[in-house]
């Protein structure tokens, strides 16, 4: 079945005429330009403006919906002979121009036949001509629900679209339209209309797109924080984290590294004494990263960190040695901290 289209929110578009245009000087008297700027108020993406020809764009109007057929309805032959005759009096109408006299007979003719897809798309061609496109378009639903390759529905309808500035919707309605049956003024249409849906469909692309960029962007930042927040949570600041096997010392290793902390690896032995100045180091740089490690209970540093002699101190960023103090000399390994925090 044929998708139907909502009636194009009016307000918001008059709104951006009013409000967040530039009006441009109307170029040999006849034409109506202006630069239009989107909505904007929703995030931080600042939108370029967008040149657009806005001659033919009118308000929609506040009339009530009208009457429509009741599709439940069992149509007889009468109904259908008496809609004929309803039909061929709002075409002499027409050719008199009695508009809203022609919508009073389609409308007869819709209440006998409700499911004739070209009464339906007949009306919708005068609500047209009344300029009222809100009403074309209800009506071009209707046709179009009841017979999805009405070329007079795809045009009405398109061609209301474009009235309301609907122009990307009003497009496709009227190539559809076009294939079904061309004629001149679904042609002389779609030169109107194509180049202000192309330039708003070019720049919707463009800002959905940075949109999206934004949402991944917001999305890798968040998992970063909840990273960070999960890798410091097994971090200690201001204390001195004991090591006790390798997968340890690679686990606080890798969780410094992601939160970009300096980490100060103190190898030490038994026979070093408890060496109090690295906790008065840790209290002191609570941000900066202390693990001591024992080599006799951790073998497996003593080769992979070259260690020759205790107590020695590496100085590791981003999972990288960057320096090494061998003794125990606070002075120098407070201005090691110093040079890489």
Known sequence: MESTHEIPDTGRIQGHLSRLVRPLAPTSGQHSTIFIRRGTHDDDIVESDVEL??????????????????????????????AQISKAKANEAISDGKFSEAIDYLTEAIMLNPMSAIMYANRASVFIKLKKPSAAIRD??????INPDSAKGHKARGIALAMLGSWEDAVDDLHVAAKLDFDEEIDSTLKKVETNAKRMKEHRIKYDRLREEKKLREIDQKKKK??????????????????RSAS????????????????????????CGPLSVISTLAT???KAVFLKVDIEEVKEATGEWDITMVPCFSFVKNGKEVDKVVGVDKTSLEKKIAQYS
């Open 53 to 82: 020809e806005i001659s033919d764009l009118i308000e929609a109007e506040k009339d009530p919906p009208q009457k429509m057929g009741n599709p439940l309805i069992e149509v007889t032959d009468e109904n259908k002979k008496a």
């Open 284 to 286: 002191q740089y609570p």
């Open 140 to 145: 071009g639903n209707a046709a179009l629900q």
């Open 226 to 243: 909840r990273e960070d927040a999960e890798s410091a949570s097994v971090l200690k600041d201001g204390e001195v984290i004991r090591i």
């Open 248 to 271: 340890e010392l690679e686990k606080k290793l890798n969780a410094a590294s992601k939160i970009g902390r300096l980490t100060i690896l103190c190898f030490t032995a038994p026979s």
